[in-house]
């Protein structure tokens, strides 16, 4: 299996304010993947990297969110100017080692915003 | 476009009763297709995978599911259901050529004494 660690695990923050989340692999992997979460839903695409190159953003992923993976190995995803609306979990997540296509995720990093 | 949809927002069993979690897709060929489990306060735990082969799949913890692609299907059952088992489970749909992975909303169980 492949497993991911995220920081921070919390985070509050006011309206308005940057932040930044960053996701660790524990083994390496090409491929990387951001979801978010909000209450009561599944998780829900935001991009996913290929080595350092971003292969995929979905249209979540406004203007103020910004990802990058600049070694091929960890992730940052940035919200800038961030929303009520932006206050969910977000996760990180990787495939596993035998290319059946699942995801391991890590434990999320969740956002509060005031 | 690929999507998933889980019929049940929520679900009750008693602790010893079969369960059956429902879970339709729509995907244009036979996808990769998954069930994960998220306890409060938990991250995702992968359940069960079906890529290829045998269209009965067993995971852990004692379930299984079915892939049925005449009904476009893929439903979590478990014959005796345990109080551990109460949670939120997402069914998920991806392509084999690799790539996201994109989950329905998810059902959630409880479990009566």
């Known amino acids: 299996d492949t497993g991911v660690s995220q920081n921070p695990r919390h985070k509050i923050t006011k309206r308005g304010q940057n932040v930044t989340f960053r996701c660790d692999p524990i083994?390496?992997?090409?491929?990387l993947y951001w979801y978010r979460q909000t209450l009561g839903q599944g998780p829900e695409f935001l991009t996913y990297?290929?080595?350092?190159?971003?292969?995929?953003k979905s249209r979540l992923l406004s203007d103020r969110f910004s990802a990058e993976r600049p070694k091929g190995s960890f992730s940052t995803l940035e919200i800038q100017r961030t929303e009520q609306g932006d206050s969910a979990m977000y996760l990180c997540?990787?495939?596993?080692?035998?290319?059946?296509?699942?995801?391991?995720f890590g434990e999320g990093s969740r956002l509060t915003v005031l | 476009a690929q999507s998933v949809t889980q019929p049940d927002i929520h679900i009750t069993v008693s602790e010893g009763a079969s369960l059956e979690l429902r879970c339709n897709y729509s995907?244009?060929?036979?996808?990769?297709l998954f069930w994960y489990v998220q306890s409060p306060g938990q991250g995702l735990q992968l359940l069960l995978k079906y890529f290829s082969g045998d269209t009965l799949v067993q995971g852990i913890k004692g379930f299984e599911a079915e892939f049925k692609r005449s009904q476009s299907s893929f439903n979590l059952r478990k014959p005796s259901v345990h109080w551990s088992d109460a949670a939120e489970y997402f069914c998920a749909v991806g392509d084999p050529r690799g790539g996201k992975l994109i989950f329905g909303q998810g059902t959630e169980l409880s479990v009566k004494p």
């Open positions: 083994s390496e992997h090409n491929r």
């Open positions: 995907y244009g060929a036979t996808p990769y």
């Open positions: 997540a990787m495939p596993g080692t035998r290319n059946t296509g699942e995801l391991f």
């Open positions: 990297f290929q080595n350092e190159a971003q292969l995929e």
